[in-house]
């Protein structure tokens, strides 16, 4: 993966980081290609060069986190736009389109968006913009992008794609006629768990010039040194979904079956309701996996207490495998009731699969639910680590 690497300036191989705040005028009136950092700069230039290339688009813009990128879409709105949105998406996106149409800045309507006569019904109210993440988080529900586009295109609705699970090194919206391909880079583009940002890459150039001004206005533009974290975690972006994806493909194979297991959501399994879909809109099926554990909060604590190679937290995406339960995590804020009736229940644990051994991944899950199944044993226990904690440890 060669974009984004060049440095024009030097000829260094690995880009500068610019940490200036602003740059020399040649003269009153002759504006350069840098004046403020917050309307831009060298080594942010570099990133949505590199973002923009990765999506097929034709620009793109980086945001101070994945929250801030959702934001600068809904400047595309005014008072009175329908917003038709997935009602089994991220807690936080739910939350903020919430609280905005609350105070009249748009209509919101969420509705499954998976199912092509509910996604006709929807599309039947004439959206000013459809707001769809796919896989969708954490249930990783697949929505038809064809479908999507084509319905979207009759009524000159502008389509948004979160493409934060995935990546694009396995998949592109835009390719489809997404409109907009989101990210929060925190996850798998920088993919390291040390830097917050977000993105959103536009195929329409005129789209973007005006997702670029509403950063700026905002000042929400990603800072140079975040944006050089990013860029060092995306340079290995294929490498690592390659690892992430194997994991995450052998933990969904280990939960499978399962007596302690209810149900398993993972596309890449084969009698995955979205494996099809996947087949044709995806170049692989990632390494998120979701799974349905019976034996309410005591099991649910067993399990993820006997964990020793997952970390119990929040976000996804990075080197190292993490476990978090959506309806206390990135669903916490989310009513119980509209939890489940987008699927999300009290039993769900959802798995971002990182980069370790397979092997130790998939031993650390057959002990842990040894521990939620009597008469089931699993792999030697091993030596002591701290690494998994209860829910209840963790709410303290």
């Not at 933990?251 to 084969?270: D, M």
Request: charged fraction near 20%; aromatic fraction near 6%.
């Amino acid at each position: 993966m060669r974009t984004g690497i060049a440095d024009d300036a030097r000829g260094a191989v690995i880009p500068p980081l610019y940490l200036t705040t602003n740059f020399r005028f040649e003269e009153i009136g002759k504006e350069p290609e840098f004046d403020y950092t917050r309307s831009n700069n060298p080594t942010r230039r570099t990133l949505t060069d590199l973002i923009a290339g990765l999506e097929g688009g034709t620009s793109a813009t980086a945001t101070s986190s994945g929250m801030s990128a959702v934001t600068l879409v809904l400047q595309l709105l005014k008072p009175g736009d329908l917003v038709v949105m997935a009602h089994d998406c991220y807690g936080g996106t739910l939350r903020l389109l919430t609280a905005l149409a609350s105070k009249g800045h748009f209509d919101l309507v969420c509705g499954d968006l998976t199912r092509a006569d509910s996604l006709a019904s929807l599309l039947e109210r004439e959206p000013r913009l459809i707001w769809a993440e796919t896989p969708s988080n954490p249930l990783l529900r697949l929505t038809d992008l064809k479908a999507l586009v084509a319905g979207a295109r009759e009524i000159d609705a502008i389509t948004v794609v979160d493409n934060t699970l995935l990546s694009p090194a396995r998949q592109r919206p835009l390719d489809f006629g997404i409109d907009i391909a989101l990210h929060s880079t925190t996850k798998f583009i920088n993919g390291h768990s040390d830097v917050i940002g977000g993105a959103v890459a536009t195929r329409s150039a005129e789209l973007g010039e005006e997702l670029d001004w509403w950063a700026n206005a905002l000042g929400i533009t990603q800072s140079p040194f975040d944006c050089y974290l990013a860029l060092r975690g995306a340079r290995t972006l294929f490498a690592r979904m390659n690892q992430h994806e194997d994991n995450g493909r052998a933990i969904a194979g280990a939960l499978r079956g399962h007596p302690a297991v209810t149900a398993v959501h993972y596309p890449g399994l084969p009698d995955d309701p979205g494996h099809e879909l996947a087949l044709e809109q995806q170049s692989g099926f990632g390494s998120m996996v979701s799974f349905e554990l019976a034996g309410g909060r005591e099991a649910l604590d067993d399990f993820t207490g006997g964990l020793r190679h997952f970390t119990l937290a929040e976000s996804l995406g990075g080197v190292e495998s993490l476990i978090s339960h959506p309806a206390t995590m990135s669903h916490g804020a989310v009513e119980a009731r509209e939890r489940s009736a987008a699927g999300i229940e009290d039993g769900l644990l959802r798995i971002s699969a990182g980069i370790e051994a397979t092997e130790d991944l998939t031993r650390d899950i057959e002990r842990a639910l040894a521990l939620v199944t009597p008469g089931v044993t699993g792999p030697p226990a091993g030596a002591n680590s701290d690494q998994g904690r209860s829910l209840t440890a963790a709410a303290t």
